[in-house]
């Protein structure tokens, strides 16, 4: 099957996150012709795509607009494409912040707290604070608030990416993150930038961000972790895979800040690292990720 099958993978995009999804398209492309695929990589640059003929399944490999927001899984279903990751309406909430933290509060994911902010607002939750839009990704347009000073400008540079912005009450603690594939919790990976916070540019910048995986943690506080964070994928609809970004206070108390449906997928990335710890090579990943979505597609009675 795999010698006559031909996988798009669709890569790049329009968002502010294009640089990231062509290195995730790119290596997801080679570990499926390693396996033995036909693959067409397919560099997206307008809000619609037609894959080249013969292609019979979609490896979506965009982050952020037109990626994980559901608009790209919509155009697959309306062409009859199997498609990789969540379905549509799950991408679309995930990518919300806002409609996402509604959904964490209704079914009791512990969530920090937040106020939704529209142009020409102020936030009135006590300092300290996170501003971030409400449709990104990859860290961009988010700054923290640690003193009323600083506010306008945190506005300013959440409102250059989308007309609604979330302020979250700031919790210090350590930075975690929990890779979800099928309905199971990889190992916990915990982020430690060398200075300063987790932000683009310590992101995306080699050698300025440690991880450790498994993160050491005792077994109940990892097993709590993991637990929140399979409740985050569940509670948004999420389906084949995510990674849920988990902050752990001083208590050890897991709070949930977002779940990514289209999480980086190079060799280096966070996902594959949990992946790797539960003994699962990159390609090995890729191809679950396959073989989980054309089961998932299947299950709604859809794409076989």
């Known amino acids: ?56 399944a979609a490896f979506i490999a965009l982050h952020g607009m037109f990626g994980e927001d559901g608009q790209v899984q919509e155009e697959m279903e309306a062409q009859g494409i199997v498609y990789t990751g969540c379905g549509a309406s799950a991408s679309r909430l995930a990518f919300d912040k806002a409609d996402s933290k509604r959904a964490f509060e209704k079914a009791g994911v512990p969530s920090p707290a937040f106020q939704i902010v529209g142009r020409g607002e102020r936030p009135s939750i006590p300092c300290p604070y996170v501003v971030k839009p409400s449709r990104q990704g990859s860290s961009v347009g988010i700054s923290q608030v640690h003193s009323m000073a600083d506010m306008d400008n945190a506005l300013e540079v959440a409102f250059r990416f989308d007309d609604v912005v979330v302020a979250e009450a700031f919790v210090r603690g350590r930075e975690l993150t929990v890779g979800i594939l099928g309905d199971e919790a990889l190992p916990i990976v915990e982020i430690v930038p060398k200075q300063g916070e987790y932000n683009y540019d310590n992101k995306y910048t080699p050698g300025r961000t440690d991880y450790y995986c498994p993160a050491q943690l005792s077994a109940a506080v990892a097993a709590r972790v993991q637990e929140v964070a399979l409740a985050a994928h569940r509670a948004l609809g999420c389906e084949v895979y995510s990674r849920v970004d988990v902050l752990l206070d001083a208590d050890e108390k897991p709070w949930v800040l977002e779940v990514n449906t289209i999480p980086g997928m190079t060799e280096t990335s966070l996902l594959p690292k949990a992946a790797r710890a539960a003994g699962i090579e990159f390609g090995e990943l890729c191809e679950k990720i396959l073989e989980f979505s054309r089961q998932a597609r299947k299950n709604k009675g859809g794409l076989a």
Not at 5 to 11: G, M, S
């Open 1 to 56: 099957m795999k010698e006559t099958e031909k996988i798009a993978v669709l890569k790049g995009g329009f968002s502010a996150e294009r640089e990231v999804s062509l290195r995730t398209g790119a290596a997801v492309a080679n570990a499926l012709r390693v396996l033995g695929y036909q693959v067409d990589e397919v560099d997206v640059k307008e809000p619609s795509v037609m894959l080249p003929r013969g292609c019979g």
